[in-house]
């Protein structure tokens, strides 16, 4: 599925969840499903623990970081010793 499809997926409005960016029709933080991607966490795992999103709705969150991404840079933290 393209990018384009994917992104219909993520809405930001203000009045919802403080503004950042979350999965439509839900108040689900696009942040969140990276942090467990991040941590390791399968699709599968993620769609468990929240039965009411999509395959596609992760690979949205996924799609969007990407495009995040490529508008600025964010210099990463160097791993605590």
């Given at each position: 599925?393209?990018?384009?499809?994917?992104?219909?997926?993520?809405?930001?409005?203000?009045?919802?969840?403080?503004?950042?960016?979350c999965?439509?029709?839900?108040?689900?933080?696009?942040?969140?499903?990276?942090?467990?991607?991040?941590a390791?966490?399968?699709?599968?795992?993620?769609?468990?623990?929240?039965?009411?999103?999509?395959?596609?709705?992760?690979?949205?969150?996924?799609?969007y970081?990407?495009?995040?991404?490529?508008?600025?840079?964010?210099?990463?933290?160097?791993?605590?010793?």
């Open positions: 599925m393209a990018n384009v499809v994917l992104l219909k997926r993520i809405k930001v409005d203000p009045a919802v969840c403080g503004g950042k960016p999965i439509r029709g839900h108040r689900i933080w696009v942040s969140l499903v990276l942090d467990f991607l991040a390791g966490n399968t699709i599968d795992e993620i769609l468990a623990e929240y039965p009411g999103i999509e395959r596609d709705d992760v690979l949205a969150c996924i799609a970081g990407s495009e995040m991404s490529r508008l600025r840079e964010i210099p990463a933290r160097p791993a605590a010793e």
